[in-house]
């Protein structure tokens, strides 16, 4: 396989800049699970909060929730997860190499595998035949594992916004139409994790289901199509020719849907899914009366009558979004020599960096003032090391969109230099203006 050497060149940035480190490193690593160090976790949650605002804030219907990791395990039965939620696996006998079996064909089940290459070692003639793999972690709930009763992490957030729609919409006194929406860690026992962040055993989800009442579904959907892939391009500044739908075939229609697209992003290593949108129809909230044998209908007061909603669900994960996020912004500026991360400055880690120029003559006094003014609005960072240009440079790599640069000038007319990160231009703007011209800048950015 041709490595890809643009998401190598990803990665390795990440970890040197401190955005994402492989879990566990000193013990040689922990198989698909990151961490996420202090510029990735300020990216991340710049990311998450966009989300939650447009979700929650610029929609009056749409209200918050944050259910429990670990749920009764009968809703994993409702759901369909207990028997549904697998993936078929494949070994070869000779390597040990594993893969998923839909990584060769989609259709599988036709593949004479006695005939099949392994990819790792080329052996023919040693592949298993598929076997089915559940994806759910399994845990124990109880004081010792003998007496104690299964339970299992969950493997999507949806499940504990739909146990809690009826409570939610009582008390918030919401009318249909209305959302429900969620951030939060899920968890899936994958196979094969492969291209970084993009697939993990430990992820986020940013989840909102949307309830509207039957015949009104399409039109809802269509709406939502269009709202959600805005998003990228306008919330997130992904260039508009790396996102794009992909509509879900008949054969490929999860159990549960009645229609279904996937946004996609065209990655390093290709187009991939970033964010779901379906139509789930009453499905989840039919098996959740079926299994718990409690009511699940909403009650409509004009027409005095009882129905199940039907549910737009829009579901991304957080990882893959910010993949996504990280791979746009890489960008080798050659005529500069210089590796610049060109983010949305809405959601970069660091807004500014102040520099004196010298470290002397008062400069690092105004600079710090600089800075303790700047922090009331945003994540910013001193730094006097170095020259200007390497302190820049510095920046660039981390997706710092300005540089402040106080220098002898200062002393002389109340003005600094603030300088551009994309296009290096610098203009001199007065101390007083520092605060109005990179919000101006923040509200108005474009590539």
């Known amino acids: 396989m041709k490595k890809n050497v643009r998401l190598e060149k990803i990665v390795s940035l990440a970890k040197r800049r401190g955005f994402i480190f492989q879990s566990?490193?000193?013990?040689?690593?922990?198989?698909?699970?990151?961490?996420?160090?202090?510029?990735?976790?300020?990216?991340?949650?710049?990311?998450?909060?966009?989300?939650?605002?447009?979700?929650t804030q610029l929609h009056e219907n749409i209200v918050g929730l944050d259910s429990g990791i670990l749920m009764h395990p009968k809703i994993w039965e409702a759901s369909g997860h207990v028997s549904n939620f697998h993936d078929p696996?494949?070994?070869c006998k000779q390597c040990k190499a594993r893969y998923r079996?839909?990584?060769?064909?989609?259709?599988?089940?036709?593949?004479?595998?006695?005939?099949?290459?392994c990819p790792t070692c080329g052996t023919t003639g040693k592949m298993t035949e598929p076997r089915q793999f559940n994806l759910m972690f399994k845990t124990i709930v109880g004081p010792v594992e003998e007496s104690g009763s299964e339970a299992y992490l969950r493997p999507e957030t949806a499940q504990g916004i739909y146990v809690n729609y009826l409570l939610t919409q009582g008390a918030m006194?919401?009318?249909?139409?209305?959302?429900?929406?969620?951030?939060?860690?899920?968890?899936?026992?994958?196979?094969v994790a492969r291209n970084f962040i993009f697939r993990t055993r430990e992820f986020e989800q940013m989840e909102m289901q949307y309830f509207v009442k039957p015949g009104t579904d399409d039109d809802e959907m269509l709406r939502w199509k269009e709202e959600r892939i805005k998003f990228y391009t306008e919330a997130l500044g992904i260039d508009h020719d790396k996102v794009r739908y992909h509509q879900h075939g008949e054969n490929e229609l999860a159990h549960y849907a009645k229609e279904a697209w996937d946004i996609e992003?065209?990655?390093?290593?290709?187009?991939?899914?970033?964010?779901?949108?379906?139509?789930?129809?009453?499905?989840?909230?039919?098996?959740?009366?079926?299994?718990?044998g409690k009511s699940m209908q909403m009650f409509d007061d004009e027409a005095k009558e009882r129905y199940f909603p039907y549910i737009i669900e829009t579901s991304a994960g957080l990882n893959r979004m910010l993949l996504a996020v990280l791979s746009d912004a890489y960008w080798e500026d050659e005529e500069n020599n210089r590796v610049v991360m060109r983010f949305h400055p809405a959601v970069a880690p660091v807004k500014a960096v102040v520099c004196p120029l010298v470290k002397k003559d008062g400069l690092p006094d105004i600079a710090h003032k600089i800075v303790n003014e700047l922090k009331n609005h945003w994540k910013v960072i001193y730094d006097q090391q170095g020259s200007i240009g390497k302190r820049y440079y510095r920046q660039d790599e981390a997706g710092t969109p300005f540089g402040i640069t106080v220098d002898h000038q200062t002393l002389e007319d109340d003005t600094v230099t603030i300088r551009d990160r994309d296009s290096q231009n610098q203009e001199r703007i007065p101390?007083?203006?520092?605060?109005?011209?990179?919000?101006?800048?923040?509200?108005?950015?474009?590539?």
């Open 101 to 117: 079996a839909d990584e060769f064909a989609e259709d599988y089940e036709s593949i004479d595998w006695s005939t099949t290459k």
């Open 89 to 91: 696996l494949v070994d």
């Open 265 to 292: 992003f065209e990655f390093p290593f290709g187009w991939a899914e970033i964010e779901g949108i379906h139509n789930r129809t009453d499905f989840d909230l039919r098996r959740h009366q079926e299994y718990s």
């Open 173 to 191: 006194r919401l009318k249909v139409p209305f959302g429900i929406a969620q951030i939060g860690k899920a968890f899936r026992n994958e196979i």
């Open 431 to 447: 101390l007083t203006g520092i605060v109005s011209t990179i919000q101006d800048r923040i509200d108005n950015y474009s590539k």
């Open 24 to 55: 566990s490193e000193i013990y040689g690593g922990f198989g698909a699970v990151y961490d996420y160090g202090p510029l990735g976790v300020s990216l991340k949650n710049a990311i998450s909060q966009r989300w939650w605002r447009a979700m």
